[in-house]
C-alpha cells in the first residue's frame, strides 16, 4: 500500500513510512439500514492488518494490529433498545478484560464525532484500533466474541421495530439522520479513504452509504420534541449502562 494508505489504516501517525508498504488484511465489515424510521442502522467491522517493512528499509520488524467495533445509529431512542445494545458489548468485552467496555465505549464516541456538525453520528457502541499489546491469539478470540456478539445486540431491536407504524415526518427525520451518516462516512472514516487510497473496488468501499439521505438548511428539531432528544444524545454521548 502506498504512505498515505498506510497512515489512513493506522490510527497513530507516529511511525510514518516514506515508501509503499506491502500488507495483507482480512475482515468482515456490514451495514444494515432498515426502511423503518424507528429501526436503528447498524455497523460492525473486524479486521486484523499485518505489514512488511518498506522495501528500503529491509530486517524491519513486521507490525501486526487488530481493529474493529460494532455501533447503533438510531434515528429515535428507545431508552431500553440502548441499554440492551451497549449491555451485549460489555458483556463481550468483560470476557476478556473489565477495562474494554468503558475504553473502547469512549473511543467509539470520538471517533465517529462529525466535527463540523459537532455531533456524534450515532448513539455509539466499541470501537478500537492498532490493538497489539495482548496475546494474537486473545486479541483475535476477543474480536471473534464481538463479531459473534452482533446477532444477539442487534436483532432483538430490529424485531421489535421493524413493523411500528410511521409517518411522513418520521421518514423526513430519517433521512436527515442519514445525511449525517454520509458526511461522517465521506469527510472523516478511515476506512473510506484507506480503500480509495489502495484502489479497491469503489461501491465495495461505498456500501456503507445508506441509498437515500436528505439535507435540510438550517434544521433544528423542536426543543423537547423526540428528534431533539436524538440529536441532544448525539452531541452530549451519555453513558446508557
Not at 497489539?132 to 444477539?152: G, K
Not at 439522520?177 to 469527510?187: A, K, S, T
Request: with cysteine; proline share 8%; net charge negative.
Amino acid at each position: 500500500m502506498p504512505p498515505e494508505a498506510y497512515r489512513a489504516a493506522k490510527a497513530s501517525a507516529a511511525d510514518q513510512k516514506s515508501g509503499p508498504v506491502p500488507f495483507f488484511a482480512a475482515g468482515i465489515s456490514s451495514v444494515l439500514h432498515p426502511k423503518n424510521p424507528f429501526a436503528p442502522t447498524l455497523h460492525f467491522n473486524y479486521r486484523y492488518f499485518e505489514t512488511d517493512a518498506p522495501k528500503d528499509t529491509p530486517g524491519a520488524p513486521r507490525q501486526w494490529w487488530f481493529g474493529g467495533g460494532t455501533d447503533l445509529t438510531p434515528a429515535y431512542i428507545f431508552e431500553e433498545d440502548i441499554k440492551h445494545f451497549h449491555s451485549i458489548q460489555k458483556r463481550a468485552c468483560d470476557k476478556f478484560d473489565p477495562s474494554f467496555y468503558p475504553r473502547f465505549k469512549k473511543w467509539c464516541d470520538d471517533y465517529f464525532f462529525i466535527k463540523h456538525r459537532s455531533e456524534r453520528r450515532g448513539l455509539g457502541g466499541i470501537f478500537f484500533d492498532d490493538l497489539n499489546d495482548y496475546d494474537q491469539e486473545m486479541l483475535l478470540s476477543f474480536a471473534t466474541e464481538c463479531a459473534d456478539s452482533v446477532v444477539p445486540a442487534y436483532i432483538p431491536i430490529l424485531e421489535k421495530r421493524k413493523d411500528t407504524p410511521f409517518n411522513e415526518n418520521h421518514k423526513a427525520w430519517q433521512q436527515l439522520r442519514r445525511g449525517r451518516y454520509v458526511e461522517f462516512n465521506l469527510v472523516y472514516d478511515r476506512g473510506t479513504t484507506f480503500g480509495l487510497k489502495t484502489g479497491g473496488r469503489i461501491e465495495s468501499i461505498l456500501m456503507s452509504l445508506p441509498l437515500t439521505a436528505r439535507w435540510e438548511y438550517d434544521h433544528k428539531p423542536e426543543e423537547g420534541s423526540e428528534e431533539w432528544k436524538l440529536l441532544d444524545a448525539c452531541m452530549n454521548p451519555k453513558e446508557w449502562i
